[in-house]
């Protein structure tokens, strides 16, 4: 193998790597899936952490197991600007998203296979999911009974792969729904839901474009003005194409397509009847489409954000070590948020009925996933400023971070006669930090939390991704219902800190130092493999747990008629 030279970090030409740290050098082109999960080709000679060499002292060092020399090597490519690699992701493909589709084709043509795969013994799953899955195992036979309205629009199955994985659910439900021959009934007076078909999501992005080729040539502040008195909450999107959407798209669909079905008013008038939407977005961004349909519809949506958090009880939540009861606001903000926005509620994004499903990412669970031993960084994020407990976040550790990446030869051996700061370390990497994807989730590998507050929704892939990577979520929302939450105990597999406590969050870190904290996180961690696989797309998890919960909202229809 060709030697590293000191001053380029070369790599070896004409290889293949599955990159990984933690991997001894002269391993690394043995490295499998189990790794990383991102893979890396060079077919020349490339300069390893980047297009030229730093002209200052610190350079990068050749790779190793130390999380010390990791961040120097980051920290030389942020200040070279050294981050033109090509990247090709592996998972999720669509061919992965389309194996819980086969999972339903293959059960629709052997009905005395069974249904779900659940294991009783599963430690994640709350009484009532206990309770639901032993109806399940007494009776297999009593599936929801869904009549699809009409066949999705030809463009739509053209959009399909335009929106990518990550905005693929729309698509995604309507799969497992009009596959499963177990679930499908070709006459609406047997359903107890009509489903609607649709590509919001696809049209939407088209029209984003036009909107903002139109405003570059108009009014380039007008969408942000209208953005912050309409949408209310720190989303993006342009509020006159949210608008535009719900009443050209959505409301077309209800007014001159669907309620032209006889099937529709069959529907709308039987109690014991309801309709489906898959959405990405809550009802607080469609909202004449939500205000049409009301409780008549349950949403299958993305937009986890709802009381329900505050509805916990103050054990629920991580305190400041020493304070016998919960730090309490001075400024009069009953929902102990970061800032008026996390406060809103109305209109809600979810109703009861609805179901929050996860974010489709592109992680997976794998061997390293579950690997412990090695993660010496207490906790780590990195992330936007696009909400205002990031902002938060970021000034309350902007100065101990500037320590962690001083590479200084006197810090260094001072940090290294410390072996408690090496193994604790705390990694709150600032929104100008860009870390590469393989980077970040290097990092995450290490790291034993990964800290997650509310982005521009409180539900996002953050959350799925930490899980993916072994690490134990830190959630810090007001706000957040997570996916499943009547089912899944996410205090199982998750801390959780109220937004208030924040500038608290260094000393609240303190208490997960040592023994007695490693046990804490271990606790916590062991059932993430469980988790991973009731959240992965790729498997049964997510579409067995959808149905399920289906199921028992058509059993509470049919006793409520």
Request: negative net charge; proline residues 6%.
């Amino acid at each position: 193998m060709t030697p590293l030279d000191s001053n380029h970090c070369l790599l070896p030409p004409d290889v293949t790597l599955w990159l990984s740290w933690p991997v001894p050098w002269e391993h690394t082109e043995l490295m499998g899936h189990d790794g990383l999960g991102v893979r890396r080709s060079w077919t020349s000679t490339l300069v390893f952490c980047g297009a030229a060499a730093s002209q200052t002292d610190i350079r990068c060092p050749a790779p190793t197991n130390s999380t010390e020399d990791l961040l120097r090597c980051l920290d030389w490519r942020q200040r070279t600007g050294a981050t033109d690699f090509e990247e090709v992701s592996h998972t999720p493909t669509e061919a992965a998203d389309d194996a819980a589709v086969q999972y339903y084709k293959e059960i629709s043509s052997n009905r005395k296979r069974g249904w779900l795969k659940f294991d009783l013994q599963v430690t994640l799953f709350t009484d009532e999911m206990l309770g639901v899955l032993k109806s399940w195992t007494e009776d297999r036979t009593a599936m929801p009974q869904v009549y699809v309205l009409g066949d999705i629009e030809l463009a739509c199955k053209y959009m399909e792969e335009s929106v990518g994985f990550r905005y693929s659910m729309e698509h995604w439900v309507h799969q497992v729904i009009s596959s499963n021959a177990a679930m499908m009934v070709t006459d609406v007076q047997d359903a107890d839901f009509v489903f609607l078909p649709h590509c919001a999501t696809g049209v939407f992005m088209h029209m984003v474009v036009e909107d903002d080729l139109r405003r570059q040539r108009q009014a380039p502040n007008s969408s942000r003005q209208v953005a912050e008195t309409y949408l209310g909450y720190e989303g993006s999107l342009p509020a006159s194409t949210v608008l535009r959407l719900d009443t050209s798209y959505f409301m077309h669909k209800v007014q001159k397509i669907w309620q032209q079905a006889p099937e529709y008013w069959h529907c709308w008038k039987r109690a014991s009847c309801k309709f489906l939407i898959a959405s990405i977005y809550g009802r607080h961004v469609w909202r004449r489409l939500a205000a049409h349909f009301g409780e008549k519809t349950v949403f299958i949506t993305h937009g986890g954000m709802s009381p329900w958090l505050r509805e916990q009880p103050d054990s629920y939540f991580l305190k400041i070590p020493g304070d016998a009861t919960p730090w309490l606001p001075s400024d009069g903000n009953t929902c102990r948020a970061s800032c008026a926005l996390h406060c809103q509620m109305e209109p809600p994004a979810i109703l009861p009925q609805d179901i929050v499903l996860p974010w489709v990412i592109a992680f997976e669970w794998t061997q390293r996933a579950g690997m412990y031993r090695n993660r010496d960084i207490l906790a780590f994020y990195s992330g936007t400023r696009n909400s205002c407990s990031r902002q938060i976040l970021h000034e309350v550790f902007g100065e101990q971070f500037e320590s962690e990446m001083n590479f200084e030869e006197n810090v260094r051996r001072e940090r290294s006669a410390k072996t408690d700061v090496l193994k604790d370390r705390v990694l709150i990497f600032p929104p100008t930090f860009r870390l590469r994807q393989q980077d970040w989730s290097e990092l995450a590998f290490r790291s034993k939390l990964c800290i997650c507050p509310d982005g521009d929704s409180p539900n996002t892939g953050r959350l799925i991704e930490v899980i993916m990577h072994g690490c134990v979520p830190l959630i810090i929302s007001n706000r957040l219902q997570p996916p499943f939450h009547q089912l899944f105990d996410w205090s199982k597999v998750a801390f959780f800190m109220r937004e208030d406590a924040l500038p608290h969050l260094p000393r609240i870190l303190e208490q997960f130092k040592g023994p007695e904290g490693d046990r804490r996180i271990r606790q916590k961690r062991h059932r993430l493999g469980e988790m991973s696989h009731l959240l992965d797309y790729s498997r049964d998890g997510v579409a067995s747990t959808l149905l399920l919960t289906l199921r028992e909202q058509a059993f509470d229809l049919r006793e409520a008629s």
